[in-house]
C-alpha cells in the first residue's frame, strides 16, 4: 500500500476501471456517485465503467454505479481524429500516427522537440546477446521507424477519458498505440497504452521522447533513491532504471518525466533525447543461438510522460510514476452496512515527499510496522 497524494496529502484521484455485472446486461449509459451523494461523470468503454474516483490513503471509498446518464455537465476533454485536448494538455498526432506535439498548457511550453516516434535499430552485439549492446549500433541512426499506413480511430470520447488508436505495421510486426488522456487529476499525465505482436529479429524497439528540455545530466529512479547520469557514453549508454526517468532543461525552469510500468532499460543518445526500451530481440553473431527469439511473441505495456515547471522534485512528477504502476483497484459488491463508514483510511502521512511501503503486523506482540 502507498500514499498516493494529489490536490491534499491524505487522498489521490486518479481513474477507475471497473469490470461490473449489471442484472440486465451492460446499459448505454451509467450514472456514478460519489460516497458523500454527488454525481460525477462516468463513461462505458468497452466491458468497463471508468470514472474519476478519490480514495484516501491507504484506504477505500465506496462508489454507486447504477443504468442512466449522469446529467451532462462542461468538460474540458476535447478529441478528434488528430488532436486530444483536457485541462493540462494538448497532443497532436501527425498523419504518420507519430505523437507530433505534447504541450503542457499549465507551464505554456511545448515538451516535445520533434514526434515521438517507435524507432527499429540493428541489434546483432559481438558477445553475450542476451546482455549486451554494442555502442556503435546504439549510435548508428535507427534500420526503421514504426510507419506504414496508419490507421488512426478515436476509440474514446466520453467525460472521464479521451483516446485515440493508431494501428501500424512495420518489418513483420504489428503495432496498436492508444494516446490518451483522462479529466481531473489523472490528466497530468499523457499515457501510451501499447499492443504489440512481435517477429523482428535482430532488433530493438525504443520509444524515442526529442525533448525541448535539455540537459547533459538526467535523474533516473531506483525506487526508494535516484541516480544521475549523464549523456550516453561508450562505456554507459543502455542504463537501467525503475519507474521513471526525468529530464529537467539546464536552466531548471522547466522539465518532463518519463513514466513506464514494466520497462526498465533506456539510453540518452543527446543531451535532449530519452529513449525508452522497449522490446529487444538481438542477432546471435555472438553465440547462443537460443537467445535469439527472446520477446518474439504478444507485448502489452503502458508508459507516458508529464510535463513540469521547475525540477520533478518541486512538481512531484515521481507520483504519476507510482499511480502508473499501481492503479486504483475496483471491486463490485452488494449494498450493505458497513461498519467502516463509506470511506476509510488506515494511514495518512502528512508529508508529500515520503511514502509508505508496507503496513504490516509485527510478528511478535500486537505493534504495527510501517515501511517509510
Same mark, same amino acid.
Not at 526525468?246 to 529513449?275: H, Q, V
Not at 488506515?346 to 503496513?359: D, E
Given at each position: ?8 496529502? @491524505? %487522498? ?8 461490473? @455485472? ?24 468497452? $466491458? ?60 505554456? %511550453? ?12 540493428? @541489434?546483432?552485439?559481438? +558477445? ?43 518489418? /513483420? ?30 532488433? $530493438?524497439? %525504443? ?17 526508494? !533513491? ?34 513506464? @510500468? ?28 537460443? +537467445? !535469439?527469439?527472446?520477446?518474439? /511473441? ?23 510514476? +507510482? ?8 471491486? +463490485? ?40
Amino acid at each position: 500500500a502507498a500514499l498516493f497524494p494529489s490536490a491534499s496529502l @491524505d %487522498k489521490r484521484e486518479d481513474l477507475v476501471e471497473a469490470g461490473i @455485472d449489471f442484472s440486465e446486461g451492460m446499459p448505454k449509459a451509467v450514472r456514478v456517485t460519489t460516497p458523500d451523494g454527488r454525481e460525477i461523470p462516468g463513461q462505458i468503454s468497452g $466491458n468497463k465503467i471508468i470514472f474519476p474516483a478519490s480514495v484516501p490513503s491507504v484506504g477505500y471509498s465506496v462508489y454507486d454505479v447504477q443504468p442512466g446518464a449522469n446529467p451532462e455537465t462542461p468538460s474540458q476533454l476535447r478529441v478528434s481524429s488528430n488532436e486530444l485536448e483536457n485541462e493540462y494538455y494538448r497532443v497532436k498526432i501527425n498523419s504518420d500516427g507519430d505523437v507530433a506535439s505534447i504541450f503542457d498548457k499549465t507551464i505554456n %511550453k511545448e515538451l516535445l522537440s520533434g514526434p515521438a516516434r517507435l524507432a527499429i535499430s540493428y @541489434d546483432n552485439p559481438e +558477445q553475450w546477446p542476451a546482455w549486451n549492446m554494442d555502442w556503435d549500433q546504439e549510435q548508428a541512426p535507427p534500420k526503421a521507424y514504426v510507419s506504414g499506413q496508419a490507421r488512426i480511430r478515436v476509440v474514446e470520447n466520453g467525460p472521464a477519458r479521451v483516446a485515440i488508436e493508431v494501428s501500424r505495421e512495420t518489418l /513483420g510486426s504489428r503495432f496498436v498505440q492508444t494516446v490518451s488522456l483522462a479529466a481531473g487529476d489523472a490528466g497530468r499525465r499523457v499515457e501510451f497504452a501499447n499492443v504489440i505482436d512481435w517477429t523482428t529479429r535482430e532488433s $530493438n524497439l %525504443k520509444a524515442t521522447f526529442p525533448l525541448t528540455a535539455s540537459n547533459h545530466v538526467a535523474t533516473y529512479n531506483w525506487d526508494i !533513491g535516484t541516480i544521475e547520469r549523464p549523456t550516453a557514453e561508450p562505456k554507459k549508454f543502455e542504463v537501467p532504471s525503475h519507474q521513471w526517468i526525468d529530464l529537467t532543461d539546464a536552466s531548471g525552469e522547466f522539465g518532463a518525466t518519463i513514466l513506464t @510500468d514494466c520497462k526498465n532499460g533506456s539510453d540518452k543518445p543527446t543531451d535532449n533525447t530519452i529513449r525508452l526500451t522497449l522490446i529487444r530481440t538481438p542477432g546471435t553473431a555472438g553465440g547462443y543461438a537460443d +537467445q !535469439g527469439t527472446q520477446d518474439i /511473441g504478444h507485448h502489452e505495456f503502458t508508459y507516458g510522460i508529464a510535463g513540469h515547471a521547475g525540477g520533478w522534485r518541486d512538481a512531484q512528477t515521481d507520483w504519476q510514476a +507510482q499511480r502508473l504502476n499501481a492503479p486504483l483497484i475496483a471491486f +463490485q459488491t452488494a449494498k450493505h452496512e458497513g461498519p467502516l463508514g463509506r470511506t476509510f483510511s488506515l494511514l495518512k502521512i502528512s508529508n508529500p515527499r515520503i511514502r509508505a511501503l508496507a503496513v504490516k503486523n509485527a510478528e511478535e506482540g500486537d505493534e504495527i510496522v510501517i515501511r517509510l
